[in-house]
């Protein structure tokens, strides 16, 4: 019987490798590569084609961009991040995952391999879809201890194609979300980079002009993206007006419009996993645009309790979401929290892109808990309640707060004056005032 092994194929040095090592350490006779698309730039599948190509090696490319995105959307609607990073990586892990192994199950091959190193967070992501099936999982770069000069070696002696475009100094992982910049120099949490390891963003300080730009969400979906006014020299397309856009379409084209004003640039110590801290550069214009219109909607249109409670839903969405536990029955639970929430976060975010940042400058929504005859300054009754009715709220705030420093500090306790005229030097008397209960 020949054994067969699908490989989460980049046509990177890690992955190269692997190709060999499979058949020689680990004894399979055929090796499937698998690349899934999730939005990676075009370079990115010529080189993993044309070192399939020199291994002469068995290769599939997936697309998988309108799922990644749809999930991303998912995050949109639990504001999801994690210490600062919108999870563009962590989010396609999975997805990348399935359709791997869907591939595996077509190919009729046994195990399942990647070339993640021990210590990342990759490799747990992976494993944590591949584990559920019945097929091996295999990890050769982690089981084998390699390290890369090594890998150099071996593939300078197996002469394998690993010349390509994308073993810069810096390790790079790109999707629609996301852009991750690490390794090298700026490993070194003390190392400022230099402007060039930015691809997607402008130095804010470099763009020109500004943008509005109308983000229309459904049910916590962003469905559209208008721009309404340009003052930028610059030749953004201003793609989208009124016509019906996919998520991949809006993803796409925020990247290009807010990464052209500098928008979405992190640089963090993040706590991976395995709890190493890592020094990560990220750029991801479009995230942070959908991130702040998503939530400067939901301002208007959740309740304070609803907002509150939902930080909590959010985070922990937020976990999962970095572990690349996207099945989780907890993820299921909470998106159940989410789909009940979210049908009021319909309506659309005006913001501005201007120089590094994105400011949300107007809100509309039918279902805004807004009522301006109440806020405003300008009207006298609401509903029947007037300005004067809130004396009696006025006196009762800080109570409490008032009572208990009196106590610590040993000085005479304010109290609540029975008939509402005093400032409240007098109790009422225990067997009762004019209206002396509090029920
Ligand atoms: N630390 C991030 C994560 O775990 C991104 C890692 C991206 N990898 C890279 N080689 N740049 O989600």
């Known amino acids: 019987m020949t054994k067969r092994v699908a490989l989460a194929f980049s046509g990177g040095l890690d992955t190269t490798v692997c190709v060999p090592l499979l058949e020689e350490e680990y004894g399979y006779d055929e090796v499937v590569g698998v690349t899934v698309d999730v939005g990676q730039p075009e370079p990115e599948f010529d080189e993993a084609e044309e070192t399939a190509e020199a291994l002469d090696l068995e290769h599939y490319v997936v697309d998988a961009r309108d799922e990644f995105a749809d999930l991303c959307f998912d995050s949109v609607r639990a ?97 629609l979300w996301s852009r991750s910049v690490e390794g090298d120099d ?19 300080t470099e763009s020109e002009g500004t943008e509005l730009v109308e983000i229309e969400f459904d049910e916590g979906y962003p469905v559209a993206v208008d721009t309404v006014e340009e003052t930028s020299t610059s030749s953004q397309p201003s793609a989208g007006n009124g016509e019906e856009q996919s998520a991949v379409d809006i993803i796409e084209q925020l990247n290009e419009q807010a990464g052209a004003h500098g928008i979405g640039r992190t640089d963090m110590m993040e706590d991976r996993m395995l709890g190493l801290k890592v020094r990560e550069n990220y750029e991801h214009p479009a995230a942070t645009v959908l991130l702040t219109a998503h939530e400067a909607l939901e301002q208007l249109v959740l309740t304070k309790e609803e907002r509150d409670f939902k930080q909590q839903i959010d985070h922990q969405w937020a976990e999962k979401g970095y572990q690349g536990l996207v ?67 006025a ?32 109790l009422p008397s225990k067997d009762g005032g004019e209206d002396g209960e509090d029920k």
């Open 79 to 175: 504001n999801a991040e994690y210490q600062g990073y919108p999870l563009g990586t962590a989010l396609a892990r999975p997805v990348i995952a399935k359709k791997i192994l869907e591939v595996a199950k077509e190919q009729d091959c046994d195990a399942l391999a990647h070339g993640c190193t021990g210590k990342g967070n990759d490799q747990l992501r992976f494993e944590a879809v591949w584990r559920a099936s019945d097929l091996e999982v295999i990890a050769p770069v982690r089981e084998m201890g390699l390290t890369r000069e090594w890998e150099m070696e071996y593939a300078a002696e197996k002469e394998l194609p690993v010349e390509g475009g994308n073993e810069g100094a810096w390790s790079i992982d790109t999707n």
């Open 186 to 204: 700026l490993e070194d949490p003390s190392y400022v980079p230099p402007e060039d390891i930015y691809d997607w963003t402008t130095a804010p």
């Open 327 to 393: 099945d989780a029955p907890l993820m299921t639970s909470l998106d159940g929290f989410l789909d009940a929430n979210q049908t009021k976060v319909t309506g659309t975010v005006t913001v501005k892109l201007d120089a590094g940042q994105v400011r949300p400058v107007a809100r509309e929504s039918d279902y805004a808990v807004y009522s301006e005859s109440a806020a405003s300054f300008n009207t006298e009754t609401v509903d029947g309640i007037e300005q004067a009715d809130a004396t009696g709220v």
């Open 395 to 426: 006196k009762y705030h800080g109570f409490q707060s008032r009572l208990a420093n009196a106590v610590a500090a040993g000085v005479e306790k304010p109290e609540l004056a029975a008939d509402g005229s005093g400032d409240g030097h007098e």
